[in-house]
Nanobody
Framework: QVQLVESGGGLVQAGGSLRLSCAASGRTFIGYTMGWFRQAPGKEREFVAAIRWSAGYPYYADSAKGRFTISRDSAENTMYLQMNSLKPEDTAIYFC????????????????WGQGTQVTVSS
């Protein structure tokens, strides 16, 4: 059974940094695409970043480019999201997800989801 567990969220001031982790278990993720999404109150879940597990190739939403970095440690089966220069509008619950295809930005295409971790950025 696939499990995705996020950690690393918290409260940070604007301009600060956080590093989110997603510990994956239950299978090998070779050939999978892993992603980060976020959902703010009253808003739809939106794509933040994704990575091809095997090749390590990253994809970013425009809002994340230049500030966030996605990476993965295949040996540890863990994905990371380094978030720098955080803004109040980054406040949301952040979810990690996995899909067996080449999709990366459509949340509907993901097969597995974690429970999420709260990120709050104060102004």
């Amino acid at each position: 059974q696939v499990q995705l567990v996020e950690s690393g969220g918290g409260l940070v001031q604007a301009g600060g940094s956080l590093r989110l982790s997603c510990a994956a278990s239950g299978r090998t993720f070779i050939g999978y695409t892993m992603g980060w999404f976020r959902q703010a109150p009253g808003k739809e879940r939106e794509f933040v970043a994704a990575i091809r597990w095997s090749a390590g190739y990253p994809y970013y939403a425009d809002s994340a480019k230049g500030r966030f970095t996605i990476s993965r440690d295949s040996a540890e089966n863990t994905m990371y999201l380094q978030m720098n220069s955080l803004k109040p509008e980054d406040t949301a619950i952040y979810f990690c997800a996995a899909n067996r295809d080449l999709l990366y930005s459509d949340p509907g295409g993901y097969d597995y989801w974690g429970q999420g971790t709260q990120v709050t950025v104060s102004s």
